[in-house]
């Protein structure tokens, strides 16, 4: 359990109501002061994940690997671009496509979304890229996120050893096959994105489309100031104790 007084004093877990036995999901989120999380406080978010993930593999019984995704239009700019690209050869990042799996899919800019904008408004977003790390080597990933956790850009699918290409193919192909647009469709690899709005419309069938083998997902939420925490475990009886579902 989350014992340490400086991680509780941080961190705030905050359970979601999801029906568990339509989606078999358990949900939360994980507050923050804010988003990017402060630099002098980041090491705070990071041995919570390790955490998360030491307390999966003792749920599980089995070895857990960490799938480690960036959203990129919630980088930090310019150190998050720079710092992937200092350490790219090492990372090896794969450009590709974060989905919303319960929304309409991202269609290209055109005439009118133009004509419409306010002085110094920004076009809408078309869609959201993300970069999945290719590198496996345990150290890397374990850089990785001590270098992303607390910006706001990270994700993370937390899968068994036996997690590969054949996985990930399957939802790449699932998520592709949702585009309409010619402009969205052969990228790489695509992913999916959740928010609370998100797992409230998906069903147990969707989870294992969209997150096959997939114990738990972290997603870093800017809008929220807070980690989306899904898991097929139940939260309560493993990261949790009541009293701290209850802060």
Known sequence: ????????????FEPLSLDTERSGMYAGWLRLPKLPLDRDLRHLLIETLAFIREATEKSTRKKIIQDIYLQ???????????????NGSR???LFGMGVWPDREPPQPLNENDFKNLSPGQSPRETSYQIMHICASEEPI????????????????????EEWGPMQQDAI??????????????????????LDANSIRNLNKDDFDAFLPDVAVYLREDLAENALLFLSRISLYETFFTPAESKD
């Open 72 to 86: 990129m239009t919630q980088l930090e700019r310019p150190s998050g671009t720079q710092l992937i690209s200092r």
């Open 91 to 93: 990372w090896k990042p």
């Open 172 to 193: 790449s192909q699932r998520l592709e096959a949702s585009m309409t647009a010619d402009a969205f469709i052969g990228y790489p690899v695509y992913f999916p994105l």
């Open 141 to 160: 990933r374990e850089e990785i996120i001590t270098q992303m956790a607390g910006t706001g850009a990270l994700l993370i699918a937390l899968v068994g």
């Open 1 to 12: 359990m989350l014992t340490d007084e400086k991680i509780r004093n941080l961190i705030r």
